[in-house]
């Protein structure tokens, strides 16, 4: 992670946010609610960008659902950049598109979204908006968004339902990359060309950004 300090000129927060099965997820969310509103105190909200892969992504989706949805009075960061993100409820169409990935997928398998949600809402408690679904959910007041998936992940078959959301939403400013031949959180993976291409990315996203302003990385 040094070199989202080092060559963007931003300050980074990496939440430590509260973890299964003590907590829930609308714990998670609360937390990040909470520390951006901290964050507002000190920085603009349009120089704040949140950062996340993997759960991460599905946890900064959630948080922007739920300050739409409840936590109103707060601003959006000016930028979200969601790296292989998912949710607990899937339509058919993206579950037939992740069952063609998953032959080519080396971490999961399609047949894993239908028990994510005996995982992370066993109870049923979670509103709906928290579990997400690409193709009903409200993404409308978003920020900029730039979304990314690997070409092989399971994930990626929901990209075209995040897209049409995005268009039904008003979402004014988005860009969903799907790279070809590439795993989940791909940019993470650093030692490998195609890893160190998306981290690079990335960082010239939050370089273009106003300097040593606040981004959380989640």
């Known amino acids: 992670m040094i070199r989202y300090i080092s060559e963007t000129d ?3 927060i990496m939440p430590l946010y509260p973890l299964y099965p ?25 120089n704040i960008a949140w950062l996340g892969f993997s759960a991460g992504a599905d946890l900064i989706m959630s948080s922007g659902r739920h300050i739409v ?5 707060l601003p959006m960061p000016g930028l979200m950049i969601p ?3 998912c949710n607990l409820k899937i339509t058919e169409e993206s579950y ?8 080519r ?30 193709a009903e ?17 399971i994930f990626a078959g929901e990209a075209p339902e995040y897209e049409k959301a995005f268009i039904r939403c008003g979402v004014k400013d988005y860009t969903i990359h799907v790279a070809p031949g590439m795993f989940h959180a791909y940019p993470m993976f650093t030692f ?19 300097k040593r302003e606040e981004q959380v990385c989640l």
């Open 83 to 85: 790296v292989s993100p």
């Open 105 to 134: 997928d080396i971490m999961m398998s399609a047949d894993a979204m239908k028990i994510f949600p005996e995982y992370y809402d066993h109870d049923h408690s979670l509103p709906t908006y928290l579990c997400g679904c690409a």
């Open 69 to 73: 949805k409840v936590r109103k009075e």
């Open 137 to 153: 959910d409200d993404y409308i007041g978003f920020p900029k968004i730039v979304m990314y998936f690997g070409g092989d992940e």
């Open 96 to 103: 037939a598109r992740m069952k063609e990935i998953e032959k």
């Open 192 to 210: 490998l060309k195609e890893g160190k291409q998306g981290e690079d990315e990335l960082i010239e996203l939050l370089k273009k950004m106003k």
């Open 22 to 46: 003590d907590h829930n997820f609308l714990d998670e969310v609360e937390m990040i609610c909470d520390l951006h509103k901290r964050m507002l105190s000190t920085y603009e909200a349009e």
């Open 10 to 12: 931003r300050d980074l």
